[in-house]
């Protein structure tokens, strides 16, 4: 069974094309240039991220018995479940990713930062139809995003690792691993994710055009 990114609109050939030649750096990932752009970008790395993440881990854990893993229907309960926990937290890191930018550069103060990092989390939280999780579990993941975002220290997050913390916590807690075993492997699940944030931290720095980003942003302006 292979394994597709559940949280992303189906694409085109000519999209899935594209996208593979990016990740294979034959083609650079356009500018993001606006708000909706930065949401949607926020959106679909972040389902990137948690799913390769817990898909690779799974895969390495479970060896040959990994596909018969997939016949099971308590242990397919159990991804459905993971996976949009841990793809919550994976919003809300980037979304604070990218308002620490915001912030360390001058542009926004604590709490426009906050409100912009509140935004993309909205946005992208209450875009699923789903019927995995309950609805209150997307208001509690918001809510703590919310509250990251209310008591954040920007200057830490905006270096990165103080950013990505929650995804590394909730691969941890969520996988359908027995919790003998996950212990384990803490070391290697937590640095697996780390090195997958990496370049996905270097782009966003490198493809925010901050000034239009800011501009087409339609929350509050800072006195």
């Known amino acids: 069974m292979t394994t597709t990114f559940m949280f992303s609109r189906k694409m085109s050939l000519p999209e899935t094309l594209k996208s593979v030649f990016r990740s294979l750096g034959f083609i650079g990932q356009p500018p993001i240039e606006s708000y909706r ?28 018995q990994y596909p018969k893993l ?19 937290a994976a919003v809300a890191d980037m979304a604070l990713f990218a308002a620490a930018q915001f912030y360390v550069r001058g542009t926004l103060d604590h709490n426009h930062s906050a409100a912009f990092a509140g935004g993309i989390m909205d946005e992208v939280l209450t875009d699923y139809e789903q019927q995995d999780v309950e609805p209150k579990t997307f208001i509690e993941m918001l809510a ?52 997958r944030w990496i370049g996905v931290r270097r782009d966003t720095k490198k493809l925010m055009r901050m000034e239009a980003i800011h501009a087409s942003w339609d929350g509050p302006t800072p006195k």
Do not use: M
Request: net charge negative; glycine share 4%.
């Open 144 to 195: 703590e995003g919310h509250r990251r975002a209310t008591f954040a220290n920007w200057a830490d997050i905006a270096d990165g690792p103080a950013a990505f913390r929650a995804s590394s916590d909730a691969v941890f807690h969520w996988a359908p691993i027995a919790d003998e075993l996950k212990s384990l492997d803490e070391e290697i699940i937590r640095n697996s994710i780390h090195l």
């Open 70 to 88: 997939f016949t099971n229907e308590d242990f397919l309960t159990s991804l459905r479940i993971a996976r949009w926990h841990i793809f919550g």
């Open 37 to 64: 752009q930065l949401i949607e970008y926020t959106a679909k790395n972040a389902a990137y991220v948690s799913q390769v993440t817990l898909y690779t881990y799974i895969k390495a854990r479970a060896g040959t």
